[in-house]
Nanobody, 124 residues
């Protein structure tokens, strides 16, 4: 069973950047597709991005396309989310999770193991 921990959140001004990391402990990390999700106060959790096992499948929700980049380093058991040109509406708790699959045109499949989350606040 894999465990996930997110890091890299914080307070940033609009237009700034943050790099979130999702580090896994346990075995066979390279067997998992990973998704990034976020939940803003009063809103439902949404899928932001995901990356498949072979990196061939990558997905971004429309609101972050061109601003966010997901990557994985299986040697380090790590998936990063580089977030540029941040907007106040990106403010949320960001979570990573193992998912059944990542479909480029559809998004992440069912989720399984979640990390505890990291807070991202975009404000001047």
């Amino acid at each position: 069973q894999v465990q996930l921990v997110e890091s890299g959140g914080g307070l940033v001004q609009p237009g700034g950047s943050l790099r979130l990391s999702c580090v896994a402990s346990g075995s066979s990390f390279d067997h998992y597709s990973i998704g990034w999700f976020r939940q803003a106060p009063g809103k439902e959790r949404e899928g932001v991005s995901c990356i498949g096992i072979t990196r061939g499948s990558i997905y971004y929700t429309d609101s972050v396309k061109g601003r966010f980049t997901i990557s994985r380093d299986d040697a380090k058991n790590r998936v990063d989310l580089q977030m540029n040109s941040l907007k106040p509406e990106d403010t949320a708790v960001y979570y990573c999770a193992t998912v059944d699959y990542c479909a480029s045109g559809y998004g992440p499949g069912s989720t399984h193991t979640w990390g505890p989350g990291t807070q991202v606040t975009v404000s001047s």
